[in-house]
T-cell receptor
Framework: GAVVSQHPSRVICKSGTSVKIECRSL??????MFWYRQFPKQSLMLMAT?????????EQGVEKDKFLINHASLTLSTLTVTSAHPEDSSFYIC???????????????FGPGTRLTVL | QKEVEQNSGPLSVPEGAIASLNCTYS??????FFWYRQYSGKSPELIMS????GDKEDGRFTAQLNKASQYVSLLIRDSQPSDSATYLC?????????FGAGTTVTVRA
């Protein structure tokens, strides 16, 4: 399957600071990437859809000014958590759509995730 | 109403047995269905995709899809301790993945 990397894998920061998380597709170009958040014992919740060269589309209830997404190239999307607070502590996971399969169908492959802890 | 529902766990099976996981979805127009495996503290790993009615087999895994019943399942044959994980059913709605809550499987040695 396609390989997606994330950096950093773990970050601890002080309340009020900003944290940037990078997501890269290593062996394919991804027009679309997705950002998810997962709290303990819960499933993945989509935060936003990131399209190369255009503004991200945020899900209802996700603050676009707090979670800044930039998809500047076909292999890199970044998520910046601005003015982080303890309630932002979570497991942040990105995914990238693989090139189209037969019939235009695609699959999403996930990065290893970034565990954010805000003190 | 949740878009994707999975049978509640946890599911405990003995080593070598068959683990059966079920999933229903609400959007009749959905065309793409996936099963992901997630180990504790790790991100999801795609193990099966299915797009057409019927069965799809890949090694010890078999996915079954019935669009008329809006039902997709996953069978794990000859379960191994390494299969112990949470299995997430995911359905594409409006070009986005919607996940079920997951079913945690424990394979007893």
């Amino acid at each position: 399957g396609a390989v997606v990397s994330q950096h950093p894998s773990r970050v601890i920061c002080k309340s009020g600071t900003s944290v940037k998380i990078e997501c890269r597709s290593l062996d394919f170009q991804a027009t679309t990437m997705f950002w998810y958040r997962q709290f303990p014992k819960q499933s993945l919740m989509l935060m936003a859809t990131s399209n190369e060269g255009s503004k991200a589309t945020y899900e209802q209830g996700v603050e676009k000014d707090k979670f800044l997404i930039n998809h500047a190239s076909l292999t890199l999307s970044t998520l910046t958590v601005t003015s982080a607070h303890p309630e932002d502590s979570s497991f942040y996971i990105c995914s990238a759509e693989s090139p189209g399969l037969a019939g235009g169908l695609t699959e999403q492959f996930f990065g290893p995730g970034t565990r954010l802890t805000v003190l | 109403q949740k878009e994707v529902e999975q049978n509640s766990g946890p599911l405990s099976v003995p080593e070598g047995a068959i683990a059966s996981l079920n999933c229903t979805y609400s959007d009749r127009g959905s065309q793409s269905f996936f099963w992901y495996r997630q180990y504790s503290g790790k991100s999801p790993e795609l193990i099966m995709s299915i797009y057409s009615n019927g069965d799809k087999e890949d090694g010890r895994f078999t996915a079954q899809l019935n669009k008329a019943s809006q039902y997709v399942s996953l069978l794990i044959r000859d379960s191994q301790p390494s299969d112990s994980a949470t299995y997430l059913c995911a359905v594409v709605n409006d070009y986005k993945l919607s996940f079920g809550a997951g079913t945690t499987v424990t394979v007893r040695a």
